[in-house]
């Protein structure tokens, strides 16, 4: 790359950038940052040496240390000289690019750093400033981090909360923190204002504490900052204990309490009010004038204790101190939940010359309690009832129900295809749509019903005290109601719900049992077509358990070799000779005995386990038609693909790999596609059967006839057989099913397919598709499907073909 070809690249730099020859460290080329961080002309670094820049000794260092090589990025901070002779301080990166065998540049990046030393050399008298200042000030100070770690004080300080000396010299701020706390009167008022003041860094506020000595301390809290952002906080401490007792100064003493978001009030020796802060007559709605020569009962009071006011009177007096939480009157007439602490403050005599009162509204503490326990027992996006408030309902119902001897239901709803407005829509719209099929499912119910989201479009129903004529009811109002259409942002749709029903006693005695029931009648809903209800019966759990059982059993066979294929002749109808084979799948469980695949693929097809059981066919047939071409039997093998393994994304490679590994021609691999996967995404799976072409494995679909055929697919796509499913074959030559038979035949004639019959067992249904240009059948005719050795010893017996071509046949043996 030339240095021109650089340029362009290094411009669009923000920081300065040179491009240095490796071997002269000779600069080729420069960014015009790098020319005015240096002050020379343009062009005017082209050819400078490195080191004429330099400007300190270790700085030569440096340069031998790159043109030794030794790393292939350095680091480091510098000064570099400028045109002036005057020296910047930069940081450095150099980086060596290689650009060619043979060939490469160092790339050095730099970065001013005037500005950053100048700031830290202010930065480091802001600190001496503010060192000073800590010794010299008459109030107690604390400088605090951002984190809260103490970063100085003064003496001031420990003395006013008397710190003994020991907790001074071993800097343990918890210790310190956690002394300041035990010292105040009110404990968790102090602590939640602090950590009030530590969450909102740009806070300046002045609070009063009182301390359980008596002492009250003015405390004002101010941000401190360093570069224009906070890094800590000061707080400033003042002992207004003598002012507060001043009767003269608690004007003055109101200014400092006046800004604290507590509502304060000061009474005199006689409990008479004398001064309140503007929180206090915010909270309670009264003016100063209404509150001055009152008594605290007129703000304060306890609904369950009359005699609250003079035990407080006479505690206070004993004892100095109260809190509590009690209640504060409004002048509008309401009353709040507060939390009070009230002080006696004494003269030097140990006479009372006043008592502070300070309390703080709880209402919004209790409306939070209050939501979290909504939280805890409601869905957060309906509001409905969750599974914890459910729980409880249906506790209760039992309870109820075996006491009186009457029955209740348990409605398992769940929302059709509701994925679809998901994945089309969002999750944002679902979430709005899931609300408005709440308010119709409440719609439905009784007062004394309980309806429960469990989770996405799932909804358990509990109809208290009630029978199967009553659930039935309730169930069609809401088949009815969901099925009304939707309309959302200008959009119309329509929903619907499949509903599963069980009933106590009957049908469960727990409240796990009856929702287990009802999810399974649901699901039998599910099974049979969707948008209807139905009433659990036994039977559903043990065709649920024989699924499972199933399910976990083909999972067995398939980790331990417990599959086997069996091999069915695929047959000229011309001469009679075999050319190739379908292989099908054949299980024999010790406990189950011989499973028929009529039964245990749909499981697997359900639970997802049959892309592995088809991996595990399609490298197993391959290697087994492999072995027959080794052996001079060449003989093409059909495997069938279910439409969830066609639809993997690796399914292509995985076919490519077997015919890798086993080394069969891909020409005599056929693979059979059911309509059903054709139809699906058509572009999609185009660029898979291409694919799979241009391999040069055959394709062909399977049952054609029985699913939604399309000409269109069959003139697409890269088709070379069609197989006639057995349910035309059967009755052949049945006037209707001849006709379709024929009609398929010449179908495929005009598309240039060839065609295969499947389920042939008689010598009338042979001589019949022969007739009707059909080129090959499979079928009891010939053989049933056979274990590969027994299915060599026929192939013996009959005669088999080569291919020519695709699909020439001629007999040979």
Not at 31 to 53: C, F, M, Q, S
Not at 260 to 265: C, E, G, H, M, R
């Amino acid at each position: 790359m030339t240095t021109a070809a650089w340029q362009p690249l290094i411009e669009g730099m923000l920081e300065a950038v040179w491009i240095v020859d490796p071997i002269r460290l000779r600069i080729i080329g420069a960014n015009r940052a790098a020319e005015t961080l240096l002050g020379v002309a343009p062009g005017g670094l082209d050819g400078r040496a490195t080191i004429d820049l330099a400007a300190t000794p270790e700085d030569l260092c440096f340069w031998e240390d790159v043109a030794a090589g030794l790393s292939d990025h350095i680091l480091s901070e510098t000064l570099l000289r400028r045109d002036d002779a005057t020296t910047v301080p930069v940081e450095r990166r150099v980086s060596r690019v290689t650009l060619t065998a043979g060939s490469s540049v160092y790339v050095v990046g730099i970065r001013d750093q005037t500005h950053q030393r100048r700031v830290e050399t202010e930065l480091e008298t802001l600190i001496a400033e503010l060192r000073a200042t800590l010794e010299s000030t008459a109030d107690g100070i604390l400088v605090v981090d951002m984190a809260s770690g103490i970063r100085g004080y003064n003496q001031r300080f420990a003395d006013m909360w008397g710190l003994p000396s020991d907790l001074l010299t071993k800097r343990d701020d918890a210790a310190v923190f956690g002394w300041m706390a035990q010292s105040v009167l009110n404990v968790e008022a102090y602590s939640v204002r602090l950590s009030a003041i530590m969450r909102a860094p740009l806070l300046e506020a002045s609070d009063v504490i009182v301390l359980r000595s008596g002492r009250v301390l003015e405390r004002v809290t101010l941000p401190q900052y360093a570069r224009g952002r906070p890094i800590g906080r000061v707080y400033s401490f003042r002992d207004i204990t003598r002012r507060l007792a001043d009767e003269a100064r608690l004007q003055l003493a109101a200014k400092v309490f006046g800004a604290s978001l507590d509502a304060i009030f000061v009474t005199g020796p006689d409990f008479r009010i004398v001064s309140v802060n503007p929180s206090c007559e915010r909270m309670t709605g009264f003016t100063a004038d209404d509150l001055l020569g009152q008594v605290p009962r007129t703000l304060l009071f306890d609904r369950f204790n009359e005699q609250l006011t003079q035990q407080l009177e006479t505690r206070l007096q004993a004892e100095g101190v109260w809190e509590g939480e009690i209640w504060h009157r409004h002048k509008d007439g309401r009353s709040m939940p507060c939390q009070v602490a009230m002080v006696r403050v004494a003269d030097d005599a140990g006479n009372a010359i006043h008592y502070i009162g300070f309390f703080k509204d709880l209402s919004e503490t209790v409306a939070a309690k209050q939501r979290i326990e909504e939280l805890a027992y409601n869905d957060v996006l309906t509001g409905l009832p969750n599974r914890l408030l459910l729980a409880e309902r249906i506790q209760f119902s039992l309870s109820l129900a075996q006491r009186d001897g009457t029955s209740f239901a348990i409605l398992f709803l769940d929302l059709d295809r509701f994925k679809q407005i998901n994945d089309s829509l969002g999750h944002m719209f679902g979430d709005r749509v899931l609300v408005q099929v709440a308010e119709r499912i409440k719609a439905c119910l009784r007062h004394a019903d309980t309806a429960s989201r469990l989770g996405g479009d799932e909804f358990v129903l509990l109809l208290h005290n009630t029978d199967a004529r009553g659930a039935e009811i309730t169930a069609r109002r809401l088949l009815d109601a969901l099925a009304r259409p939707f309309s959302l942002d200008e959009m119309a749709f329509t929903l619907s719900c499949s509903i599963g029903i069980a009933l106590f006693p009957d049908d469960g005695r727990t409240m796990d049992d009856l929702i287990k029931n009802a999810d399974s009648a649901m699901y039998h809903v599910k099974e049979r077509g969707r948008s209807d209800f139905r009433f659990y019966q036994r039977q559903m759990n043990v065709d649920l358990l024989s699924r499972m059982k199933l399910d976990h059993a083909m999972r067995m066979a398939l980790d331990n070799d417990g599959f086997r294929l069996h091999f069915q002749p695929q047959v000229d109808l011309k001469d009679g000779t075999i050319f190739g084979a379908e292989a099908l799948l054949r299980w024999h469980d010790a406990e189950l005995g011989d499973v028929s695949p009529g039964q245990f693929i749909p499981v697997a097809e359900e639970t997802g386990l049959i892309v592995r059981i088809g991996h595990w066919v399609l490298h197993e047939a391959i290697a087994q038609a492999a072995r027959w071409h080794a052996d001079g039997l060449p003989l093409a093998m059909a495997i069938n693909v279910s439409a969830l393994q066609f639809r993997q994304s690796d399914f292509t490679e995985s076919v490519a790999r077997a015919l890798a590994d086993s080394g069969l021609p891909p020409h005599m691999l056929e693979l059979e596609l059911t309509e059903s996967i054709l139809i699906q995404d058509a572009d999609d799976v185009l660029k898979r059967l291409e694919a799979l072409a241009r391999l040069g494995v055959m394709l062909s679909i399977d049952d054609f006839g029985t699913g939604y055929s399309s000409l269109s697919y069959l003139k697409r796509f890269p088709l070379h057989r069609l197989k006639i499913d057995r349910s035309f074959i059967t009755e052949l030559p049945h006037e209707s099913d001849a006709a379709i038979v024929t009609a398929i035949v010449n179908l495929a004639r005009s598309l240039k397919l060839r065609v295969i019959a499947e389920g042939v067992e008689t010598d009338l249904q042979r001589e019949f598709l022969l007739a009707a240009g059909c080129q090959e059948f499979q079928g009891f005719l010939c053989s049933p499907a056979l274990p590969a050795d027994a299915f060599r010893e026929l192939v013996t017996e009959i005669g088999w073909t080569r291919q020519r071509g695709q699909y020439g046949l001629f007999p040979h043996g």
